[in-house]
C-alpha cells in the first residue's frame, strides 16, 4: 500500500509497505542537481553530497561508517543533473537508527575546513580517473557537446576550476539555500509503517525552511553537431545521439521499445549486427538519457580505429530502417517482454521500490502503478514505434562524439545523414 503525507513546511513523505520484506530503504531526495548550478558553482551538489559524510557534532565520519555497518546496512548518496539523493537500506527493525543516522547527516553535518581539503583532493581524483576511463569519459564529452550552452550539459563532478574553487561559506551556503523543503521528498518502501515513518521525521526535519527553491532553466535547443577529441588511445570511442523524450511524455513507452530494438538488449539490431554477425566491437548499446523538459537517445560503441567508418554507417543504416520501416510484431512483441520484465524483477528490491516512489512525485506528481505501466507498454503498436522514430531520428539533431588517436576521424557533418 502507497501512502503519501506532507509535512507542515512541505516535505512529501511517501510510503510503500510491503509485510513479507526483510528490509526497508528509505530516501532523502533533494529535486535540485547539477543542471540547477551556475557555471561558476558547476559541481557544487556532488560536492556537498561528499560532505555530509564527513561527519556531524554528534558522529565522526568513522562513527557514521561503524554504525551503519553494526546493523549490516547500506548507505550512499548520488547526484544527478536533476536530483540528489541520500539512501539507506537495513533490516526493518533498525528503521529509528537509520532515520536517526540520515536525519543527523542531512541536517547537522559539520562542513569542517579540513574535510572540505581533503574531499576536495578526492573529487578531483575523481575527474581525473574519470579522464582517464575513455569509455566513461566519452559520455561526459558526449552531454556537454549535445546539450551545448544549457546547464544539462554541465559536468556532475564539476570541472578543476569551479571544484577549486568553493570556499566553506559558499558550500554551506548552497546547500542551505537548495536544500529546501518544498525541493524534499522523502521516502520509504518495505516493511515500514507510515506513521512511524511520520513520527521519525517530523521533529527533525520540522525546522527546515518551506520555501521551494528549484531554479527553472530554459528547454534545450537541439543542433547537428560534430566533436572530435584526439587522443593517444587503443580503441576509437563513438557516441553518436539525438533527441529523445522527457520522463513523463506520453510516448515514452514506444520510446523505450525503440531504443531496445535499437541497441538496448543482446537481441538488438546492433549488438546483433555490429558484435555478434561482423565482430567489430566488444561493446555496442544505445541508451535513453530522459530529463524533465528534455531528452536523448544515444549509441556508444567502441572499436579499432580502423574499423571506425565502417561501424558508423551500420549505425547510421539501422537507424535509417527504424526510421522508415516498420517493426515486426515478432521483434515488438519480444522487446516489449524485455522491458516488462525487467521492470518485474527490479520491483522485488525494496530500493528500487523506493526510487519509484521519489521519481514518480518528482517528475508525475502521482504515483504511477505498476497496472498502468504493463498497460501502457501493451498498448504500443509497430506504427507507433515508427511514428515516433519518424520525430526522434532527425538527423539535424544529430550530435557525433569521437574519442580517438589522430586522422581516424574524416566525416563532416553534412554527410552525418540517413539519405
Request: net charge negative; hydrophobic share 35%.
Given at each position: 500500500m502507497i501512502r503519501k503525507s506532507v509535512l507542515p513546511n512541505g516535505i512529501r513523505v511517501i510510503t510503500e509497505d510491503i509485510p513479507h520484506a526483510y528490509s526497508v530503504s528509505v530516501g532523502i531526495w533533494v529535486a535540485n542537481g547539477t543542471r540547477h548550478e551556475p557555471l561558476h558553482l558547476n559541481g557544487i551538489a556532488h560536492f556537498i553530497e561528499h560532505l555530509l559524510f564527513k561527519g556531524t557534532e554528534r558522529r565522526s565520519a568513522l562513527d557514521i561508517a561503524r554504525e551503519i555497518d553494526s546493523v549490516g546496512g547500506v548507505l550512499n548518496a548520488f547526484t544527478s543533473r536533476e536530483l540528489v539523493c541520500y539512501y539507506a537500506k537495513v533490516l526493518h527493525n533498525a528503521l529509528p537508527k537509520v532515520i536517526d543516522l540520515l536525519s543527523d547527516i542531512f541536517l547537522n553535518s559539520l562542513f569542517d575546513t579540513d574535510e572540505?581539503?581533503?574531499?576536495?583532493?578526492?573529487?578531483?581524483?575523481?575527474?581525473?580517473?574519470?579522464?582517464?576511463?575513455?569509455?566513461?569519459?566519452?559520455?561526459?564529452?558526449?552531454?556537454?557537446?549535445?546539450?551545448?550552452?544549457?546547464?544539462?550539459?554541465?559536468?556532475?563532478?564539476?570541472?578543476?576550476?569551479?571544484?577549486?574553487?568553493?570556499?566553506?561559506?559558499?558550500?554551506?551556503?548552497?546547500?542551505?539555500?537548495?536544500?529546501?523543503?518544498?525541493?524534499?521528498i522523502i521516502t520509504a518502501a518495505g516493511k515500514v509503517k507510515h506513521k512511524e515513518l511520520l513520527d521519525l521525521l517530523n521533529g527533525a526535519f520540522a525546522r527546515i525552511s518551506s520555501r521551494g527553491a528549484g531554479a527553472e532553466s530554459p528547454v534545450p535547443v537541439y543542433k547537428k553537431r560534430l566533436e572530435v577529441i584526439e587522443k593517444d588511445l587503443e580503441q576509437t570511442h563513438i557516441c553518436l545521439g539525438t533527441k529523445?523524450?522527457?520522463?513523463?511524455?506520453?510516448?515514452?513507452?514506444?520510446?523505450?521499445?525503440?531504443?531496445?530494438?535499437?541497441?538496448?538488449?543482446?537481441?538488438?539490431?546492433?549488438?546483433?549486427?555490429?558484435?555478434?554477425?561482423?565482430?567489430?566491437?566488444?561493446?555496442?548499446?544505445?541508451?535513453?538519457?530522459?530529463?524533465?523538459?528534455?531528452?536523448?537517445?544515444?549509441?556508444?560503441?567502441?572499436?579499432?580505429?580502423?574499423?571506425?567508418?565502417?561501424?558508423?554507417?551500420?549505425?547510421?543504416?539501422?537507424?535509417?530502417?527504424?526510421?522508415?520501416?516498420?517493426?515486426?510484431?515478432?521483434e515488438l512483441d519480444s522487446a516489449r517482454e524485455q522491458i516488462k520484465g525487467n521492470i518485474l524483477l527490479s520491483l522485488e528490491s525494496s530500493d528500487n521500490r523506493m526510487s519509484k516512489l521519489a521519481k514518480n512525485e518528482i517528475y508525475f506528481g502521482r504515483d504511477i502503478s505498476l497496472e498502468e505501466i504493463m498497460a501502457g507498454f501493451d498498448a504500443v503498436t509497430p506504427e507507433k514505434v515508427l511514428q515516433l522514430a519518424a520525430e526522434l531520428l532527425d538527423e539535424e539533431c544529430f550530435t557525433l562524439e569521437v574519442m580517438t588517436k589522430p586522422d581516424v576521424v574524416r566525416i563532416t557533418p553534412a554527410e552525418l545523414t540517413l539519405a
Open positions: 572540505i581539503e581533503k574531499e576536495r583532493r578526492v573529487i578531483l581524483q575523481e575527474i581525473r580517473r574519470l579522464e582517464d576511463n575513455p569509455d566513461d569519459y566519452i559520455h561526459d564529452l558526449f552531454s556537454r557537446n549535445f546539450w551545448k550552452d544549457h546547464p544539462l550539459g554541465m559536468p556532475i563532478l564539476g570541472n578543476e576550476e569551479s571544484v577549486s574553487g568553493f570556499s566553506r561559506d559558499g558550500l554551506f551556503g548552497y546547500k542551505n539555500e537548495m536544500y529546501s523543503a518544498g525541493d524534499i529523445s523524450l522527457p520522463q513523463n511524455h506520453p510516448d515514452r513507452f514506444a520510446g523505450f521499445i525503440l531504443n531496445s530494438i535499437l541497441g538496448g538488449s543482446m537481441s538488438s539490431r546492433l549488438f546483433q549486427e555490429i558484435r555478434e554477425k561482423k565482430g567489430l566491437v566488444y561493446s555496442v548499446y544505445s541508451y535513453i538519457s530522459a530529463h524533465a523538459d528534455a531528452g536523448a537517445l544515444v549509441v556508444y560503441a567502441g572499436t579499432g580505429h580502423e574499423k571506425f567508418d565502417e561501424v558508423l554507417q551500420i549505425v547510421l543504416r539501422e537507424l535509417k530502417n527504424l526510421r522508415n520501416e516498420p517493426v515486426s510484431h515478432l
